[in-house]
């Protein structure tokens, strides 16, 4: 055995000993772990195992930060980073846990972001730094915002390089970042943003449910003509203003439904309100789901009254799930208003959990979109004396899905067909169907039953050029009067390329039965039942079978790394709805337990001027004044004092207490101060 044979055994034995918590790594041993990791022949298997092995994630974070010099940058951090992105079609986001933990804290990524920014590395490793930075800026498990601003930074940088490939990343780069920034700024009060404590300039801070301030503002909501989407000027922005745009109208589709429903449900506008009204409720907890089957959080009602649904009722729960009436008591997902002494306070989605709203006092489970509503639901439910809710009738489903897939997403589908194309050749799909385009290019009237069907079908010029146009082009649209055989070609398109390519086919439609009815044409052109899966509910008897519920079950398969992370979700799941209980009993309590030193704590960081002006002042020589009776003064006097509407007692011509900031609080409206 060589040497060389004899160090790769000596790397292999040192990877496994740290990996396996036998051995730690340090400044000295840093080196020889990411060696040993670059010379494993499997960089999948080995991105798995550091995430499998609890000591592998804070192991390559270490080894990755000990030496920040030029000669590690340029050396053996690019070779470990150029190792693991051969992991990058890795499932699970386990290369993304990795690299995350390679660059936050950002001690390693800040220098080779700086090293990059002063020309100091190599064509490999800026080749490297730009391949981690393209995936850095489109995170979803770490906000990316620190990495697009990195990104904006060096954007001409990249640019510049003489490698190609880093130019086309860079383009990538480039695209991402506009695509994922707000729509374009507009120079007059018509404009995004400051209508309302909802309205931003980037569409993906707008919260999906609207609050109190939204819905009752009169101020009419941006949206951009159709023009501007059209205008050559503004090309660049084209992708962004098409999303913008797009989740702002069908958002204001929903509002206005809403705005509609509430005026009638509060008697400001005449017609029938349809949804229920529960007066008297009390905020008594949060709710996070079972402990085999969590979700999403929810604040938790409790009514004062029982529903007069449930008199005479003797299974409750039963009731609820099984009765039609009980049914269609606060469906799940469903919307409501939740209204503190006549004041509108936030919109809610309803979360149906039957066993709470069985109770005798039936307790309602409602979860808030959005920070502001969040604060504003929590502060206002806290305080008040009289809390009711209204049920709002609209499908919240049908808006709710979209919007949120609106906001995550980053580029929009087959742009260069919807959005850019002008005139000129389409794209073509990335498979043809060649055993059917070519014949029916050269022979438009020839009989498709040699190559497609087994019936004779012979199609006139315009059904002809309908197929070939939806088999060449990525995008088609077919139009005619009734009868011209619009679904028909649509059998055929989906019998082509379910024949003659391995694509995967989704089947839009407007209503239920048009679905059907394509279907069962599928089936009757030849598709076999078992290659369709239909979605959706009230499916026809004919195509009951294809029905999502009524497929064979079969589990797939996760790999170990998959079921770390899986676990160490699950373990920060459960810190985080401790928290959270914690949190609440604090916010539900805070009229009892919070005193004046808490606030004073509290002030001292968060609001340094009113901490100042509450500062009690020393003697001369540092002790304490001492007051009536000999009594040193006590530290929240003159917050006392103050949060009375009182002025500063004792202290009230102190030069110490009044200087000039000071002064203007001493001075606030005490009704004010009491608010």
């Known amino acids: 055995m060589n040497r060389d044979q004899t160090r790769i055994l000596q790397l292999n034995k040192r990877f496994n000993d740290i990996l396996y918590g036998r051995a730690a790594v340090d400044p000295r041993t840093s080196r020889l772990f990411l060696e040993a990791l670059c010379i494993q022949e499997d960089p999948a298997k080995s991105a798995e195992k550091l995430i499998l092995n609890p000591p592998g994630l804070p192991s390559i974070q270490n080894a990755m930060r000990f030496d920040l010099s030029l000669s590690f940058l340029n050396g053996l951090a690019t070779n470990t980073l150029e190792y693991l992105l051969r992991a990058a079609d890795l499932g699970g986001g386990i290369l993304d846990h990795i690299l995350i933990a390679i660059v936050d804290p950002a001690i390693f990524w800040s220098a080779f972001a700086q090293a990059f920014e002063t020309g100091a590395l190599t064509e490999k490793a800026q080749h490297v730094f730009s391949k981690v930075l393209d995936r850095l800026i489109v995170l979803k498990e770490r906000d990316p915002s620190p990495y697009r601003d990195l990104a904006s930074k060096v ?22 970042l506009a695509t994922f920034a707000s729509g374009s700024a507009v120079n007059d009060p018509s404009g995004p943003g400051g209508r309302h404590d909802n309205d931003f300039l980037n569409f993906r801070e707008i919260a999906i449910l609207p609050t109190a301030d939204e819905i009752l503002s009169k101020k009419t909501p941006f949206i951009r003509p159709a023009s501007v989407l059209d205008d050559p000027e503004v090309i660049d922005s084209r992708e962004r203003d098409y999303l913008d745009n797009t989740f702002r109208m069908l958002r204001e589709d929903m509002i206005y439904n809403m705005r509609e429903e509430l005026q009638v449900a509060l008697k400001k506008k005449p017609g029938r309100y349809r949804g229920l009204h529960i007066n008297g409720l009390s905020m008594v907890d949060v709710y996070t789901g079972s402990q085999e089957r969590g979700c999403r959080w929810g604040l938790v009602l409790r009514c004062h009254h029982d529903f007069p649904q449930l008199k005479g009722v003797k299974d409750r729960k039963k009731f609820f799930s099984d009765d039609p009436a009980g049914s269609k008591i606060l469906r799940h997902q469903s919307l409501a208003c939740l209204i503190a002494d006549e004041n509108i306070v936030s919109f809610a989605t309803v979360l149906r959990v039957e066993d709470l709203l069985a109770e005798k006092l039936p307790r309602i489970v409602l979860q808030l979109d959005g920070e502001a509503s969040t604060f504003k639901t929590l502060l206002r439910l806290s305080v008040s004396k009289n809390i009711r809710l209204l049920q709002i009738d609209i499908a919240l489903f049908a808006f709710e899905p979209v919007l949120k897939a609106l906001k995550n997403m980053q580029l929009v589908p087959l742009s260069d067909e919807l959005l850019f194309w002008d005139e000129g050749p389409l794209q073509s799909p990335p498979t043809v169907a060649e055993e059917v385009v070519r014949p029916l290019s050269k022979n438009p009237a020839m009989d498709l039953q040699s190559i497609l069907t087994s019936k004779s079908i012979l199609l006139d010029p315009s059904q002809a050029a309908s197929l070939l146009a939806g088999l060449r082009q990525r995008v088609a649209l077919i139009q005619g009067p009734p009868g011209t055989g619009k679904s028909f070609i649509g059998a055929l398109l989906a019998k082509a390329i379910h024949d003659h390519t391995s694509q995967t086919m989704l089947v839009v439609c407007y209503t239920n039965h048009a679905l059907d009815q394509f279907l069962e044409d599928l089936i009757g052109i030849g598709i076999a039942a078992e290659s369709i899966v239909r979605i959706g509910g009230r499916a026809s008897a004919g195509v009951q079978h294809l029905s999502l519920q009524s497929q064979e079950r079969t589990k797939a398969p996760r790999s170990k790394a998959e079921w770390t992370l899986i676990e160490q979700a699950k373990s920060r799941s459960g810190f985080l709805v401790e928290r959270l209980g914690n949190s609440f009993q604090a916010i539900a309590n805070a009229d009892k337990a919070i005193t004046l030193d808490d606030i004073l704590t509290h002030i001292e960081f968060e609001d340094f001027d009113f901490w100042e002006a509450f500062q009690v002042p020393l003697e ?19 917050l006392y004092q103050w949060s009375n509407g009182w002025d500063a007692g004792m202290f009230k011509n102190h030069p110490v207490v009044y200087p000039s900031r000071a002064r203007e609080i001493w001075e606030m409206d005490p009704l004010l101060v009491k608010h």
């Open 620 to 638: 001369p020589d540092g002790s304490q004044i001492v007051g009536k009776k000999g009594k040193p003064i006590q530290q929240d006097y003159l």
């Open 155 to 176: 954007l001409g940088k990249l640019f510049e390089s003489q490698d190609l490939e880093v130019r086309q990343i860079a383009h990538h780069i480039k695209h991402v």
